[in-house]
T-cell receptor
């Protein structure tokens, strides 16, 4: 059962453009939603995270938008750079059990 | 952020042998550690959750006798792949979190690439 659905599977964006990755969840017990960035051969690194009592969170060029009623959240990368090329995973955490459930991942390629 | 270190970064072993992977939290006490498995171009799949001093909880479909997890201290958890076979070749990643109820962030290690030949 896919508890966190992520799209698109891959994304190509021009340098300076906006990268948008979308996720949806089903389990209303999730109450913490992190995004991770992973480079080849490395572990995932936390990028930004949000709780469902907030509709938007911005850190530098990265913004999470959260729609609690629709059970959807998205990552926006503004002014995308070639160095942003990586795989991005959304995730959902049930802080009661502390398990992190990952989306399928989005491979982002930013063209110079 | 907090640092989680995995060792080794990569390992090659012969089929039938056992391999141990270490996961250490370097600057915090990890009451809970998680082990994930990641195949190429796929997502991270949770294998098991371990709490210090108690037996690990395995996810459905994960063989606990094959993937032995020990969380003997607040800074160290180990995953031993027993009688490894080529199909066990994968990228294994651990994560760790502290004990505060308000701290839901888990920090990830850099991963271990296991190749069984």
């Amino acid at each position: 059962q896919q508890q966190v659905k992520q799209s698109p599977q891959s994304l190509i964006v021009q340098k300076g453009g906006i990268s948008i990755i979308n996720c949806a969840y089903e389990n209303t017990a999730f109450d913490y939603f992190p995004w991770y960035q992973q480079f080849p051969g490395k572990g995932p690194a936390l990028l930004i995270a949000i709780r469902p009592d907030v509709s938007e969170k911005k850190e530098g060029r990265f913004t999470i938008s959260f729609n609690k009623s629709a059970k959807q959240f998205s990552l926006h990368i503004m002014d995308s750079q070639p160095g942003d090329s990586a795989t991005y995973f959304c995730a959902a955490v049930n802080t009661g059990g502390f398990k992190t459930i990952f989306g399928a991942g989005t491979r982002l390629f930013v063209k110079a | 952020g907090a640092v989680v270190s995995q060792h080794p970064s990569w390992v090659i072993c012969k089929s039938g042998t056992s391999v141990k992977i270490e996961c250490r939290s370097l600057d915090f006490q990890a009451t809970t550690m998680f082990w994930y498995r990641q195949f190429p171009k796929q997502s991270l799949m949770l294998m098991a959750t371990s709490n210090e001093g108690s037996k690990a909880t395995y996810e459905q479909g994960v063989e606990k006798d094959k993937f032995l997890i020990n969380h003997a201290s607040l800074t160290l958890s180990t995953l031993t792949v027993t009688s490894a076979h080529p199909e066990d070749s994968s990228f294994y990643i651990c994560s760790a979190r502290g004990g505060s109820d308000t701290n839901t962030e888990a920090f990830f290690g850099q991963g271990t690439r296991l190749t069984v030949v």
